[in-house]
């Protein structure tokens, strides 16, 4: 318990980091993004007082107090009010948020755990079958995959598997003619829809998992209980997965805490080839579009989930090993 | 930036725990022939690193694909059948005798663009990622070594940097410097690359820390300064080779995702511009696909070539993970 309460504790910290360095970044920037973004604004037509509050807030007004200005973006912040959008005038940020961020979550939620899954058994499976095929194989494959760019991947599977044989629609997040709803016809297009995207993350993240399970995995194996289960004649499959994998996972769970930020990175990419309607998506436009309020509520959105995704392992972790609790 | 590519060189296990390596610390110290001068000896402790890089064969194709970009990129104007920018010829045309891989929707030479390309690449990989081990072995060594109440700010903002997610923090100092041209990117880049490196540095530097000859070192008198960076950082060399080679990694990935999305300078040629501009002029669809798979697959190739040097430079502290024999 007194564990699960530091992780909780660090983990306010760090939102708390996150949320203030989203506050200085626009602020050190050379120029002005509040007048930059106001003036964008203005050509919609007339900016309200409160609207130009809360963009000043959140960019900075030149000559104001910057702890005032903190206060009014900390309490913006907790009221997920990051003012209008200008390039899908007049919707709130928050609302477009909220719009994207459920694809890009379930989608790369789901990728990433069975891509971890999967390149920890393949990892399991090389590392007991070291020196064969079975490792050499992988291990290589593995490392290649894994210098691919996202973005580039991308591109060849949307080529190849999306124009040239036509298995998949190449856009999207479900088809145009069709209305959201929970029935399972419209699921299944959102499955369809989702394949693409889903198989390159899985190609160009399943590498890393894959390479570091089996170095730990190789390390577990020349340990004495290895040695020793062995010696009794327990069978193979026995001492792979209950004696030498369930020690080696756990180091290999903290990297993915780590590579989780580097793979939301990677599908942002993923999510402009395939103009999936996710955060990667509207990041994009609104960089393109120069959209700081937007960009800025999106930066912190993404952290946010991060970082949550983060604790939540780290919890995990303390259940499944007992020493982390002490 | 933490790459999603669990890299398998910094997984291992700390490599300087193990007696053999205390011993190859040593041979650098005081080599069996010495050789008179300081650069000579310099040039002998480099010159038996690279014999140990190459002797393992995979980082010996890393050494060849790397040194290849690198030849490329210091020879493009000879090598290159016309300039990167003459937007002389025919659009969109297939490969033909005079343009092997055909020509841009501009009306460019794909080829002399990919040749001229490699410059980009290789410049931000060489500079951001040797700007940012710069970072990461201040950084590392001094919050290894040192002990107090700085230690816990460090380490914080290290863990914060390091599962923050780099790309998106990235676009938006981006975003924010547009037409900033390469220093930008660079800069991006260093800022988000750095804590990787620092924290496995550091948890060698700790190690080292307790040591015998750095004990003896502090109670001869030495600076705190003189014995982090001149008792313990030789002894690190390989890390820090290591953490170079990841950050380039890092950096060249970093800086043709962000030409892609159109915030690199769009004026240089680079790889990730020239699939930007691909993609902008749908070469898909009109099945010009070599435009966007011959620079991917060089971005892809250098970053594969320098994860394989990786796997060399592991040996250099470790000699167990060398491979093969005689050494």
Same mark, same amino acid.
């Given at each position: 318990?007194?564990?699960?309460?530091?992780?909780?504790?660090?983990?306010?910290?760090?939102?708390w980091?996150a949320?203030? +360095?989203?506050?200085?970044?626009?602020?050190?920037?050379?120029?002005?993004p509040?007048?930059?973004?106001?003036?964008k604004?203005?050509q919609?037509?007339?900016?309200?007082?409160?609207?130009?509050?809360?963009?000043?807030?959140?960019?900075?007004?030149?000559?104001?107090?910057?702890?005032?200005?903190y206060v009014?973006?900390?309490?913006?912040v907790?009221?997920?009010?990051?003012?209008?959008?200008?390039?899908f005038?007049?919707?709130?940020?928050?609302?477009?948020?909220?719009?994207?961020?459920?694809?890009?979550l379930?989608?790369?939620?789901?990728?990433?755990?069975?891509?971890?899954?999967?390149?920890?058994?393949?990892?399991?499976?090389?590392?007991?079958?070291?020196?064969?095929?079975?490792?050499?194989?992988?291990?290589v494959?593995?490392?290649?995959?894994?210098?691919?760019?996202?973005f580039?991947?991308?591109?060849?599977?949307?080529?190849?598997?999306?124009?040239?044989?036509?298995?998949?629609?190449?856009s999207g997040?479900?088809?145009?003619?069709?209305?959201?709803?929970?029935?399972?016809?419209?699921?299944?297009?959102?499955?369809?829809?989702a394949?693409?995207?889903?198989i390159?993350?899985?190609?160009?993240? +399943?590498?890393?998992w894959?390479?570091?399970?089996?170095?730990t995995?190789?390390?577990?194996?020349?340990?004495?209980?290895?040695?020793?289960?062995?010696?009794n004649?327990?069978?193979?499959?026995?001492?792979?997965?209950?004696?030498?994998?369930?020690?080696?996972?756990?180091?290999?769970?903290?990297?993915?805490?780590?590579?989780?930020?580097?793979?939301?990175?990677?599908?942002?990419l993923?999510?402009?080839?395939?103009?999936?309607?996710?955060?990667?998506?509207?990041?994009?436009?609104?960089?393109?579009?120069?959209?700081?309020p937007l960009m800025?509520?999106?930066?912190?959105?993404?952290?946010?989930?991060?970082?949550?995704?983060?604790?939540?392992?780290?919890?995990?972790?303390?259940?499944?090993?007992?020493?982390?609790?002490? | 930036?933490?790459?999603?590519?669990?890299?398998?060189?910094?997984?291992?296990?700390?490599?300087?725990?193990?007696?053999e390596?205390?011993?190859?610390?040593?041979?650098?110290?005081?080599?069996?022939?010495?050789?008179?001068?300081?650069?000579?000896?310099?040039?002998?402790?480099?010159?038996?690193?690279?014999?140990?890089?190459?002797?393992?064969?995979?980082?010996r194709?890393?050494?060849?694909?790397?040194?290849?970009?690198?030849?490329?990129?210091?020879?493009?104007p000879?090598?290159?059948p016309?300039?990167?920018?003459?937007?002389?010829?025919?659009?969109?045309?297939?490969?033909?005798?005079?343009?092997?891989?055909?020509?841009?929707?501009?009306?460019?030479?794909?080829?002399?663009?990919?040749?001229?390309?490699?410059?980009v690449?290789?410049?931000?990989?060489?500079?951001?990622?040797?700007?940012?081990?710069?970072?990461?072995?201040?950084?590392g060594?001094?919050?290894?070594?040192?002990?107090?109440?700085?230690?816990?700010?460090?380490?914080?903002?290290?863990?914060?940097?390091?599962?923050?997610?780099?790309?998106?923090?990235?676009?938006?100092?981006?975003?924010?410097?547009?037409?900033?041209?390469?220093?930008?990117?660079?800069?991006v880049?260093?800022?988000?690359g750095?804590?990787?490196?620092?924290?496995?540095?550091?948890?060698?530097?700790?190690?080292?820390?307790?040591?015998?000859?750095?004990?003896?070192?502090?109670?001869?008198?030495?600076?705190?300064?003189?014995?982090?960076?001149?008792?313990?950082?030789?002894?690190?060399?390989?890390?820090?080779?290591?953490?170079?080679?990841?950050?380039?990694?890092?950096?060249?990935?970093?800086?043709s995702?962000?030409?892609?999305?159109?915030?690199?300078?769009?004026?240089?040629?680079?790889?990730?511009?020239?699939?930007?501009?691909?993609?902008n002029?749908?070469?898909?669809?009109?099945?010009?696909?070599?435009?966007?798979?011959?620079?991917?697959?060089?971005?892809?190739?250098?970053a594969?070539?320098?994860?394989?040097?990786?796997?060399?430079?592991?040996?250099?502290?470790?000699?167990?993970?060398?491979?093969?024999?005689?050494?």
């Amino acid at each position: 318990m007194r564990y699960a309460l530091r992780k909780l504790g660090l983990l306010v910290l760090t939102l708390w980091a996150a949320v203030t +360095l989203n506050f200085v970044i626009p602020r050190l920037m050379p120029g002005s993004p509040a007048d930059a973004a106001i003036a964008k604004l203005a050509q919609n037509g007339p900016v309200t007082p409160s609207v130009q509050a809360a963009i000043e807030a959140q960019l900075g007004v030149p000559g104001g107090s910057i702890w005032d200005q903190y206060v009014t973006y900390l309490n913006n912040v907790i009221h997920l009010d990051f003012g209008v959008s200008y390039t899908f005038f007049p919707q709130q940020v928050s609302e477009l948020v909220a719009g994207a961020l459920p694809w890009t979550l379930i989608m790369v939620g789901a990728v990433t755990v069975i891509a971890f899954v999967l390149g920890t058994l393949i990892g399991i499976g090389a590392a007991w079958k070291r020196g064969t095929w079975m490792d050499s194989l992988p291990t290589v494959a593995g490392s290649f995959l894994s210098a691919f760019p996202y973005f580039w991947t991308a591109l060849l599977i949307v080529f190849f598997l999306g124009y040239v044989l036509g298995w998949f629609p190449t856009s999207g997040a479900y088809s145009a003619t069709a209305v959201p709803n929970l029935s399972w016809e419209f699921l299944g297009d959102v499955l369809y829809h989702a394949a693409l995207p889903a198989i390159t993350i899985l190609i160009t993240s +399943l590498g890393g998992w894959i390479l570091g399970m089996r170095n730990t995995m190789i390390n577990t194996l020349g340990d004495d209980y290895v040695t020793f289960a062995e010696a009794n004649g327990l069978r193979g499959r026995t001492v792979a997965i209950r004696y030498a994998a369930r020690n080696a996972i756990l180091p290999n769970l903290t990297g993915f805490g780590m590579a989780l930020g580097g793979v939301v990175g990677g599908s942002l990419l993923v999510e402009q080839v395939f103009a999936y309607p996710g955060v990667g998506y509207l990041l994009f436009n609104a960089v393109t579009n120069q959209d700081f309020p937007l960009m800025q509520a999106l930066f912190l959105m993404i952290t946010v989930s991060v970082l949550l995704a983060n604790f939540l392992v780290e919890i995990l972790y303390g259940v499944l090993d007992p020493r982390t609790r002490r | 930036m933490a790459d999603t590519t669990a890299d398998p060189t910094t997984t291992a296990t700390p490599a300087i725990a193990d007696p053999e390596s205390a011993r190859g610390a040593e041979s650098v110290n005081g080599p069996r022939r010495p050789a008179r001068t300081r650069l000579g000896r310099t040039g002998q402790v480099l010159g038996r690193a690279f014999a140990t890089v190459w002797a393992n064969p995979k980082a010996r194709v890393g050494l060849v694909i790397l040194g290849m970009f690198v030849l490329m990129a210091i020879f493009a104007p000879l090598l290159a059948p016309y300039s990167p920018h003459d937007d002389s010829f025919g659009r969109n045309e297939p490969g033909s005798a005079a343009h092997w891989l055909g020509t841009t929707g501009a009306g460019e030479d794909v080829l002399s663009q990919v040749i001229y390309g490699a410059r980009v690449s290789l410049l931000v990989g060489f500079v951001a990622g040797g700007l940012s081990t710069v970072v990461a072995v201040v950084i590392g060594l001094s919050w290894g070594y040192l002990r107090g109440w700085g230690n816990d700010v460090v380490n914080f903002l290290v863990n914060l940097f390091l599962v923050m997610p780099g790309l998106p923090l990235m676009i938006i100092i981006a975003a924010y410097l547009q037409n900033g041209g390469l220093p930008m990117i660079i800069l991006v880049v260093v800022i988000t690359g750095w804590a990787w490196g620092a924290r496995v540095l550091r948890s060698q530097t700790q190690s080292l820390r307790s040591r015998d000859f750095v004990t003896a070192a502090i109670f001869s008198g030495e600076s705190s300064a003189r014995v982090v960076f001149r008792e313990i950082l030789p002894n690190m060399t390989s890390m820090i080779a290591g953490s170079f080679f990841g950050a380039a990694t890092s950096a060249v990935l970093a800086e043709s995702g962000l030409s892609f999305l159109g915030l690199g300078d769009m004026a240089t040629v680079s790889w990730g511009s020239m699939i930007f501009w691909a993609q902008n002029s749908m070469a898909i669809l009109t099945g010009q696909w070599i435009l966007l798979f011959a620079p991917g697959l060089c971005i892809a190739l250098l970053a594969t070539s320098m994860t394989l040097v990786n796997f060399g430079v592991d040996g250099l502290s470790n000699p167990r993970l060398r491979e093969g024999t005689g050494r």
